[in-house]
């Protein structure tokens, strides 16, 4: 199973290459692609704050076909360490992308990200594209 970030989302909803490229691997193997609720409300911020439809729409369609991950108590208490480890080293991440790593590594999944910066978050299985 893989979970998708949100500039993955974006990237494949926009038809960029390989974000389509990924998909239609993932969805071809049969394999379960999910998003976390951060991912949700990033994506929905993006759509509200477009001044096209048309994005409205495919983020609405997008949204209403796949899996969404709720942001539980076990998720909260990944995404308090996650931030914990980080501050020791110096580090920050923003909210959402902090909750996100933290559905992925409570759900045993892995992130399929373009953003470099999870690679920094110990335990989180990361696909790079």
């Known amino acids: 199973m893989v979970l998708f970030d949100t500039c993955f989302v974006i990237?494949?909803?926009?038809?960029?290459e390989p974000a389509v490229a990924i998909l239609r691997e993932r969805y071809l193997r049969g394999e379960a692609c999910v998003v976390a609720a951060a991912t949700v409300s990033e994506l929905w911020l993006g759509a509200l704050t477009s001044i096209s439809e048309k994005e409205k729409q495919r983020t609405?369609?997008?949204l209403s076909v796949i899996t969404i991950i709720p942001f539980e108590k076990e998720c909260a208490k990944q995404a308090a360490q996650i931030e914990f480890d980080l501050s020791r080293n110096g580090l920050r991440l923003e909210t959402e992308d902090i909750q996100i790593a933290a559905t992925a590594i409570t759900h045993g999944e892995i992130l399929v990200t373009a953003d470099a910066h999870f690679t920094r978050i110990e335990g989180l299985r990361v696909l790079k594209y």
């Open 11 to 16: 990237d494949a909803l926009r038809k960029k």
């Open 60 to 62: 609405e369609e997008f």
